[in-house]
């Protein structure tokens, strides 16, 4: 494999910069949403909710992501959400 096909799915289309989808656009909303909070216990439970969007996006990629690349992004970022 070349180093173009790491960052390649299976019909050659590149998978670098791909729309968002749902628990990325999740994490984001999350996290603005709890930078915004008015009060400790919203911003923690926002926060938390933001974590978990991640770790769904990333446990999504590394099991199912249409590249190497892809997959070693989620795995990277299951291992670093699951250790914080």
């Keep these: 494999m070349a180093i173009t096909g790491f960052f390649?799915?299976?019909?050659?289309?590149q998978t670098v910069f791909l729309p968002p989808n749902l628990p990325?656009?999740?994490?984001?909303?999350?996290?603005?949403?709890?930078g915004m909070a008015l009060?400790?216990?919203?911003?923690?439970?926002l926060h938390r909710a933001s974590q978990a969007a991640m770790m769904?996006?990333?446990?999504g990629e590394a099991f199912g992501g249409r590249s190497p690349f892809r997959r070693t992004v989620g795995a990277a970022a299951l291992v670093r959400?699951?250790?914080?």
């Design 56 to 59: 769904w996006w990333a446990a």
């Design 81 to 84: 959400s699951l250790t914080r």
């Design 24 to 34: 990325l656009l999740a994490w984001a909303g999350f996290g603005a949403a709890s």
């Design 8 to 13: 390649r799915d299976r019909a050659g289309r």
């Design 39 to 45: 009060t400790p216990r919203y911003r923690s439970l």
